[in-house]
């Protein structure tokens, strides 16, 4: 079974620019989560997809972030235009339909903004 | 306001020597636990999980952690570290009641000395 995938590994863009990052959920998993991690701190919950329905986004920092899930499949997340304190990893993490069952957590994107 | 306390940022340890990690959580209710690792260029992977039931959980690769209520910790234990165990260590809970978003301490980098 394949595991949760995100593209890019690693971006590095300039303030002002616009990054989409990418989440394959592994097949099967309703639940679809993002998270962020800014350096040196914790990981921070962003928002979470059921489906294709937005469940929660209260995590989202502004409105320079938007996320979706068309299809009900893989998620994009993009920052528009980025600035220098969105610099961090992010994180995709999905899961089965049941109440709190495991979130599988792919490797991250690296965005880092010049 | 909810939060999740890991106080040692980084820990070294000699190869074979035990471990132990600290997690504090402050929440109304015992939520549910979880310790996750992330070793380089990996996702974050679950190693163990509390949500009722013995307070001490086994996980894999050896782990194990204690849930004390009265202490309001989950902390992880390792009586025989390998070089292959460092990495970052998360601790994350998540509410029992509400949305199914995890919420993490800032983690525990953890070095293995020959």
């Known amino acids: 079974e394949a595991g949760v995938t995100q593209f890019p590994s690693h971006s590095v863009i300039e303030k002002g620019q616009t990054v989409t990052l990418r989440c394959d959920p592994i097949?099967?998993?309703?639940?679809l989560y993002w998270y962020r991690r800014v350096m040196g701190k914790e990981i921070k919950f962003l928002l979470h997809?059921?489906?294709?329905?937005?469940?929660?986004e209260s995590g989202m920092p502004n409105n320079r972030f938007l996320a979706e899930r068309t299809g009900g499949t893989y998620s994009t997340l993009k920052v528009q235009p980025a600035e220098l304190e969105d610099s961090g990893v992010y994180f995709c993490?999905?899961?089965?339909?049941?109440?709190?069952?495991?979130?599988?957590f792919g490797p991250g994107t690296r965005l880092t903004v010049l | 306001a909810q939060s999740v306390t890991q106080p040692d940022i980084h820990i070294t340890v000699s190869e074979g020597a035990s471990l132990e990690l600290r997690c504090n959580y402050s929440?109304?209710?015992?939520?549910?636990l979880f310790w996750y690792v992330q070793s380089p260029g990996q996702g974050l992977q679950l190693l163990l999980k509390?949500?009722?039931?013995?307070?001490l959980v086994q996980g894999i690769k050896g782990f194990e952690a204690e849930f004390k209520r009265s202490q309001s910790s989950f902390n992880l234990r390792k009586p025989s570290v390998h070089w292959s165990d460092a990495a970052e260590y998360f601790c994350?809970?998540?509410?029992?009641?509400?949305?199914?978003?995890?919420?993490f301490g800032t983690g525990t980098r953890l070095t293995i000395i020959p």
């Open positions: 509390y949500f009722s039931g013995d307070t």
């Open positions: 097949s099967g998993h309703d639940n």
């Open positions: 994350a809970v998540n509410p029992l009641f509400g949305n199914e978003k995890l919420t």
């Open positions: 997809f059921v489906k294709e329905s937005k469940q929660d």
């Open positions: 929440y109304g209710a015992t939520p549910y």
């Open positions: 993490a999905s899961s089965r339909m049941l109440l709190r069952d495991r979130q599988f």
